[in-house]
């Protein structure tokens, strides 16, 4: 029998943050493919704003963690991190926020087939000129999510809420033509 639609997409569902990660290196196969995937993500007009720094240097890593608590507590146990560095021109905020979010799915989405866990971190406007520092980004540029990567701990793997709760249910998000007035 084929999969069914739903079979076929359930990796996709399967895509979840993870926030805290085992000892175990991600190898540098792995982290390249990652880094083709953010590569080849979609961008307003195919500008490709973006530049990624693969991190993997411990001690960077959790400078990272202590300058952008509470958000970055994801790279308290990373292994690796992928920064995400965009041009700051202003006229550019939203093109480039949509670009951002895109390209970040896009390494959830690719850490997840690869077995590894990818968490989302977002670098407040308050701390970015220490991350910057950090990562001694060239002028012009800086640095707004910063995707932890690893192998995901035990405890990372537990679910995080009864099974089918952790999304409202799909009645409530998902209408026929036009949306309820009530
Ligand atoms: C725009 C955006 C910013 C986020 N920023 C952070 C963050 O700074 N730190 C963090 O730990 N998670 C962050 N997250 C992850 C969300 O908390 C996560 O997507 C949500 O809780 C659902 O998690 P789940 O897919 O594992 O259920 C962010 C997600 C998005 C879409």
Redesign the pocket.
Known sequence: MPESPIDRVRPLLRV??V?EFSREPVSEEDLRAIGQAARWSGSSRNRQPWRFIVIRDEPTLRRLWQAGLP?T??LETATAALAIALPADERMTISHAYDD?RVAERILIAASYLGLGA????VRGEVRPAIGEILELPPGLFVRTIMALGHPSAGALLP?SPPGQ?RLPYEELVFEERLPRD
Do not use: D
């Open positions: 979840r943050q926030r958000q507590r994801a979010g968490g989302i971190t977002w995080k952790a």
